[in-house]
């Protein structure tokens, strides 16, 4: 046999043919709106802490309080002895955020879908996903079993011709247990910023008797008049069986989590794998997240939502005046297209020269040939920060043609609707 790095080694190689190598850029700073990278400090547009709270005082004051109450570690998964009043006390007050029955919390994102679909989906279910949904969406419905159908991006009428067949395919199961269809969308989605039609969604999953799970990641503290994301704000909260999010983005902490019914938490409890077999997060983490949605749901966090918004409607008035098309975009993500890969590299190195840090996002993240740098804008940045931003986009080019249409329209070659 080869050796394993000789294989690796030539593997990597290929990857940097394609232009799709990644390496890890070493950050000497906390999370900010300027960041520091080997000596140098940058303007950071590539954050998802869309209303500055990752260094913020209070839920920094708020994690010291919890490792001087708790200690460091949990000790031991929550089932066993990890399950700490800091874990208890965050998931009461998500579940009141969200305007939920109950929530449940993970270590991380991504452990919070992967324990959610695989507990509630098996192989005789169906799984239908909108077309962008984030990867961990898309291997936790792998890993289940459960029959994978994709509709295209926010598309109703893809969605309804998705749902008729599922809906046949149950009427004709034999199994004991009629199948389970579950739809999955983002309310945000991470890399175009567009919304979904959740009220048009909620109704079609409503009138062909399905589940809807909606993930608020890139929502969650930054919709609504409370901040608590695009499902409550529609008034949707009883008409979603499952809402996911995160507490790393808007929230300024770490980990992830489920919002839902006390039956459905209660069996996520016992049967998601992801938070039976994990450590408990850190209790300090814990009480820095709820520091987080406390200050999100006061009049500073109103104030700060309406900073982000007024800097988001400014950096969009401005792309779309230089030619720059962000799509669809109604969020603090704006996606500055590119399209060839290396042509992506080559802006992101552009823009770093002259102090603007937005990396480039290639495949599998987007697909091939729809590389893009994904701009975010955070309550945090000033006046003075935007306008930095303007002087260096005007040293790139935008692409003469509509390269976001084309990459929603597009199949992703190892993600197809089969």
């Known amino acids: 046999m080869r050796s394993l790095d000789s294989v690796l080694l030539e593997r990597l190689d290929d990857i940097r043919r394609k232009g799709l190598f990644r390496e890890l850029r070493r950050i000497d700073s906390p999370q900010s709106t300027r ?8 303007l950071n547009f590539s954050s998802n802490d869309y209303l500055g709270l990752a260094n913020h005082p209070t839920l920094r004051e708020a994690a010291i309080h919890g490792l001087n109450q708790h200690g460091n570690g949990s000790g031991a998964s929550r089932l066993i002895c ?10 009461e007050a998500l579940a ?3 305007k939920c029955d109950a929530a449940i919390s993970f270590s991380s994102g991504y452990a919070a879908a992967m324990g959610a679909i695989c507990a509630l989906m098996g192989k005789n279910d169906i799984i239908i996903l909108d077309k962008l949904v984030h990867a961990c969406i898309v291997d936790a ?10 509709f295209a991006h926010n598309d109703f009428a893809s969605l309804e011709r998705v749902l008729l067949w599922a809906q046949k395919r149950v009427s004709l199961s034999t199994e004991p247990t009629p199948p389970n269809i579950l739809v999955i969308t983002e309310s945000a989605f991470s890399m175009d910023g567009d919304l979904a039609p959740l009220k048009e969604i909620v109704e079609l999953k409503e009138r062909h008797g399905a589940w809807l799970m909606v993930d608020e990641a890139h929502a969650t503290g930054v919709f609504g008049t409370d901040r608590s994301g695009l499902v409550s704000s529609l008034n949707l909260s009883r008409r979603v069986e499952v809402q996911m999010g995160t507490l790393g983005k808007a ?6 989590f489920i919002c839902g019914s006390k039956t459905l938490v209660d069996f996520l409890v016992n049967k998601a794998r992801s938070f039976i077999f994990s450590t408990a997060p850190l209790p300090s983490v814990a009480v820095a ?3 987080g949605i406390k200050l999100v749901q006061s009049g500073a966090g109103m104030e700060l939502c309406r900073n982000l918004w007024n800097n988001i409607e400014t950096t969009t008035r401005f792309l779309r005046g ?13 996606p500055l297209m590119v399209g060839d890969e290396s042509k992506a590299i080559q802006a992101f190195h552009k823009l770093q020269a002259e102090g603007i840090f937005i990396p480039a996002v290639r495949y599998p993240t987007v697909s091939l040939g729809k590389a893009r740098l994904r701009l975010t804008l955070s309550a945090a940045h000033t006046k003075d920060d935007l306008g930095l931003l303007e002087s260096a986009l005007e040293g790139l080019t935008p692409p003469t043609q509509d390269i976001l249409t084309e990459a929603q329209q597009e199949n992703d070659p190892d993600f197809d609707e089969t």
């Open 289 to 291: 997240s709820l520091a």
């Open 251 to 256: 929230l300024g902490s770490s980990g992830g």
């Open 35 to 42: 960041i520091r990278i080997q000596g140098r400090d940058l």
């Open 141 to 150: 419905s792998r890993l289940s079993g459960a029959k994978l159908r994709v």
């Open 322 to 334: 230089k030619g720059w098309n962000p799509g669809n975009s109604a969020s603090a993500i704006l």
């Open 96 to 98: 009141d955020f969200k």
């Open 82 to 91: 990890g399950s700490l009043s800091a874990h208890h006390e965050l998931e």
